[in-house]
């Protein structure tokens, strides 16, 4: 295997030279670096990047940790992580926390062995634990998204959760309804409490009162939303229409409605949040708030590989904006 002396040999340059050019970190003339190039593509040359990490102090990677979830909202946002990283000559490394904090440890241990230049953190939990676990990655520049402290070492990206649940709720209110429910997320997260503040401050500003019992909390799954659904229709006064705080939850409520025979949206109208990729596609496609999820991979990208650069100033937060995707789930009173 051809190493840089060789290379410097064949080109008749100093090993120096080559690493320059090879690197881009001094100006060498237009003459010199075909010399060096050539002799690099007739020797097959292929520089370690090893070496290379341990000089310029970079490794060329990005840890990425996610909660194991069937919400394709996960899988949407990863897909535009990937495909910025390979915009910008970097490797991801992926790992599952399967929403456990010992797991969580074992990846931040493992990524941090790797050596990556940075880490980018979606995952919902709130625990204290999680804040003190990344007190210890002070080094590390972090990007968050949805949750977590701001510190020296972390930027943090999420969307206006607030101003999307009063999206939601006035589009409901402009179509005519004022009785409102909300199927919300686990509230002892931050988007969830966000959202639920935005359907009071959407019901405020119409003059509405909310209805404590048309509030479930769900679990931000089918399988909460089909729950919540349930408990629902078996009230004896009910609601014309529903914000449900994300689309997975809203397709379960679907699906429970569809069961019962509520159709939707003519006896309940539904809006959604997040616009996954399939919310086109259900009956009725959803009405729902969208998020630019592949926005939102990049962004993190971006910002993390700015944060990398800038490594000694302060953490900041990034909001992107939601907006309202109208379908065929909502109908006027």
């Not at 969307?159 to 997320?185: F, P, Q, V, W």
């Amino acid at each position: 295997m051809a190493t840089i002396k060789d290379v410097a040999k064949k080109a008749q340059v100093s090993t120096s030279t080559v690493s320059h050019v090879l690197n881009g970190t001094r100006y060498v003339s237009e003459v010199t670096r075909d010399k060096v190039m050539d002799a690099v593509k007739a020797l097959d040359y292929r520089p370690s990047s090893i070496a290379r990490s341990l000089k310029v102090n970079r490794t060329g990677t990005i840890g990425m940790l996610v909660n194991t979830s069937t919400n394709p909202f996960y899988a949407e946002v990863v897909q535009g992580v990937e495909s910025r990283c390979f915009e910008m000559g970097y490797t991801l490394f992926l790992c599952n926390t399967g929403g456990d904090i010992e797991r969580m440890e074992a990846n931040l241990k493992a990524l941090e062995e790797k050596r990556v230049d940075g880490l980018l953190l979606m995952c919902s939990e709130t625990d204290t634990e999680l804040f003190d676990l990344f007190a210890a990655y002070q080094d590390i520049p972090i990007v968050v998204t949805d949750w977590g402290p701001l510190s020296p070492n972390m930027d943090r990206i999420q969307d206006n959760s607030r101003k999307g649940g009063y999206l939601a709720t006035r589009h409901l209110i402009e179509m005519g309804h004022t009785a409102i429910g909300c199927i919300t997320g686990p509230m002892n997260k931050q988007i969830s409490a966000e959202r639920l503040e935005g359907f009071h401050e959407a019901l405020q500003e119409a003059g509405l009162a909310p209805t404590p019992q048309w509030i479930f909390e769900g679990d931000f799954g089918c399988r909460g939303g089909s729950a919540a659904m349930e408990a629902l229709l078996a009230l004896k006064h009910r609601p014309t229409a529903l914000f449900i705080e994300n689309d997975m939850m809203a397709m379960g409520a679907i699906h429970q409605a569809n069961r019962a025979g509520v159709d939707i949206p003519n006896d309940l109208s539904i809006v959604g949040y997040d616009d996954i990729f399939i919310s086109r596609y259900m009956t009725p496609p959803l009405t729902t708030i969208h998020q630019p999820k592949a926005k939102l991979g990049a962004m993190a990208v971006d910002t993390l590989l700015n944060r990398i650069a800038r490594h000694h100033q302060a953490g900041t937060l990034i909001h992107i904006e939601p907006h309202l995707i109208k379908r065929r789930s909502v109908q006027r009173r």
